[in-house]
T-cell receptor, first 111, second 113 residues
């Protein structure tokens, strides 16, 4: 099945700085790569996604890039704010169209 | 509110017992996923159902089973519970398969004592 690796596991940045989280996947057939944000005590919520026919997608302060050849994709958050503090998960579809998640990155934005 | 409803929110039970977790997907969603999240851990995929049929199985223990009913709600049954089964159990639903946005419920926190 699909194997998704995510780095780093924890990340601390100063407010206003950028944060980058990286993921790799193993199944070359994967074609959908969502990113989820999980706040304390809540379920994960989709923040941005990208499909395999696109190399980059941006939504305000959040952007995702995909390199299909290298099988890796990244989340970029610019001008970070304290409310960006949360756990972020990347995911990829496996061959059976089910979602496999990375191990998560705990982002802390220091005011 | 994601539109996915999980009950109960909290569950405390003793080792060796059996519990049932329930999930109502978003209206119109055919796919239901179950995930286990242990303390400070990632989301471990357990099982996926699509329109009543099992579509994919992850690292689900033999003591665990699930099903999706004709009205598309799903239940996850956990039996012969052990202390290590204590975790957050999330249900998610999506319109079709994994290549569409999955919406997560608030989770059921299971504590085995």
């Amino acid at each position: 099945g699909e194997n998704v690796e995510q780095h780093p596991s924890t990340l601390s940045v100063q407010e206003g700085d950028s944060a980058v989280i990286k993921c790799t996947y193993s199944d070359s057939a994967s074609n959908y790569f969502p990113w989820y944000k999980q706040e304390l005590g809540k379920g994960p919520q989709l923040i941005i996604d990208i499909r395999s026919n696109v190399g980059e997608k941006k939504d305000q302060r959040i952007a995702v890039t995909l390199n299909k050849t290298a099988k890796h994709f990244s989340l970029h958050i610019t001008e970070t704010q304290p409310e960006d503090s949360a756990v972020y998960f990347c995911a990829a579809t496996g061959g059976a169209n089910n979602l496999f998640f990375g191990t998560g990155t705990r982002l802390t934005v220091i005011p | 509110d994601s539109g996915v409803t999980q009950t109960p929110k909290h569950l405390i039970t003793a080792t060796g017992q059996r519990v049932t977790l329930r999930c109502s997907p978003r209206s119109g969603d055919l796919s239901v996923y179950w995930y286990q999240q242990s303390l400070d851990q990632g989301l471990q995929f357990l099982i996926q159902y699509y329109n009543g049929e099992e579509r994919a199985k992850g690292n689900i223990l033999e003591r665990f089973s699930a099903q999706q009913f004709p009205d598309l709600h799903s239940e996850l049954n956990l039996s012969s519970l052990e202390l290590g089964d204590s975790a957050l159990y999330f249900c998610a639903s999506s319109a079709t398969g994994g290549d569409t946005e999955a919406f997560f419920g608030q989770g059921t926190r299971l504590t085995v004592v």
